[in-house]
């Protein structure tokens, strides 16, 4: 079965600090992955998606991606109170379409 | 952008009756789109796969004939909670697939819709 898990959470940072959200993937055969952020009560929006070894830039938000380990991440600088949210971690590429989604990590920035 | 519309965006209705959910791509078109629902504090459950011009594909454990999808054009996708009971109470979320600039996998959600049956 084609997985992708997340540490359920809750994650806690200081406001300012650098949350780190990780995620992994069993499927070998994705080949694009992405990040979404669910406010409580909303729908989730995509924040960023990487299909590239390495990093990828956007504002106060970096994916990286380790294919060879199965690996990716979400990494936000300088958290604020309204990055408090859940983060959904999604693989594609080899699923005709569909994504497989993460359980998603629950974020909590404290002012 | 891509901006994917969903209407209504809270239905209340009484046990035994149907309600239809509308999913529309406002900026793009969209082959394909997809639903899901989503219990509170759980991840998104697929439902179905749902393809412009051609039959739904619904996911194990999915009830055809108990969701109907009909994707009807390019932009518009619509859920049918056929004979709605209580366990069918859920927040209703729509995506659609945007395939401009390469992005073949990229899915914009809609709002959603939140259900409730009495």
């Known amino acids: 079965q084609k997985e992708v898990e997340q540490n359920s959470g809750p994650l806690s940072v200081p406001e300012g600090a650098i949350a780190s959200l990780n995620c992994t993937y069993s499927d070998r055969g994705s080949q694009s992955f992405f990040w979404y952020r669910q406010y409580s009560g909303k729908s989730p929006e995509l924040i960023m998606f990487?299909?590239?070894?390495g990093d990828k830039e956007d504002g106060r938000f970096t994916a990286q991606l380790n294919k060879a380990s199965q690996y990716v991440s979400l990494l936000i600088r300088d958290s604020q109170p309204s990055d408090s949210a859940t983060y959904l971690c999604?693989?594609?590429?080899?699923?005709?379409?569909?994504?497989?989604f993460g359980q998603g990590t629950e974020l909590s920035v404290k002012p | 952008g891509a901006v994917v519309s969903q209407h209504p965006s809270r239905v209340i209705c009484k046990s035994g009756t149907s309600v239809k959910i509308e999913c529309r791509s406002l900026?793009?078109?969209?082959?394909?789109m997809f639903w899901y629902r989503q219990f509170p504090k759980k991840s998104l459950m697929l439902m179905a796969t749902s393809n412009e011009g051609s039959k739904a594909t619904y996911e194990q454990g999915v009830e055809k004939d108990k969701f109907l999808i009909n994707h009807a054009s390019l932009t518009l996708s619509t859920l049918t909670v056929t004979s709605a009971h209580p366990e069918d109470s859920s927040f209703y979320i729509c995506?659609?697939?945007?395939?401009?600039?390469?992005?073949?996998?990229?899915?914009?959600f809609g709002p959603g819709t939140r259900l409730l049956v009495l």
């Open positions: 999604a693989s594609g590429g080899n699923q005709g379409g569909k994504l497989i």
């Open positions: 995506s659609a697939r945007d395939a401009r600039g390469g992005q073949q996998e990229t899915q914009y």
């Open positions: 900026d793009f078109q969209a082959t394909t």
């Open positions: 990487i299909y590239s070894n």
